[in-house]
């Protein structure tokens, strides 16, 4: 089982910059693909960035160039770099994990969101 907790959520004025954390518990995290999702109020959930075991990532359209995922194995913790925040990336953001080493299909783990709100 793994758990995912998400930190450094909040308010932000448009243009400015926010790094989320999430730890991960288990023993899992080095072999397993992790990313971010976003869920905006009356949209659906959607794929900000993902990165696999071994450092490649992806990012969701939206946010190339001003968004960035790294992960530090050592610390079992990903984290989510967004500069230049927009007041349409307002969401709920959450961590998630892959059974595999890949960001294939559904992730299996999700943590329970963190809040980024970007106001103008």
């Known amino acids: 089982q793994v758990q995912l907790v998400e930190s450094g959520g909040g308010l932000v004025q448009a243009g400015g910059s926010l790094r989320l954390s999430c730890a991960a518990s288990?023993?899992?995290?080095?072999?397993?693909?992790m990313g971010w999702y976003r869920q905006a109020p009356g949209k659906e959930r959607e794929l900000v960035a993902a990165?696999?075991?071994?450092?490649?990532?992806n990012y969701a359209d939206s946010v190339k160039g001003r968004t960035f995922i790294s992960r530090d194995n050592a610390k079992n913790t990903v984290y989510l770099q967004m500069i230049s925040l927009k007041p349409e990336d307002t969401a709920v953001y959450y961590c998630?994990?892959?059974?595999?080493?890949?960001?294939?299909?559904?992730?299996?783990?999700w943590g329970q969101g963190t809040q980024v709100i970007v106001y103008s």
């Open positions: 990165i696999t075991n071994t450092g490649n990532t």
């Open positions: 288990g023993s899992m995290f080095r072999n397993n693909a």
């Open positions: 998630n994990a892959w059974y595999g080493s890949n960001y294939i299909g559904v992730p299996r783990y």
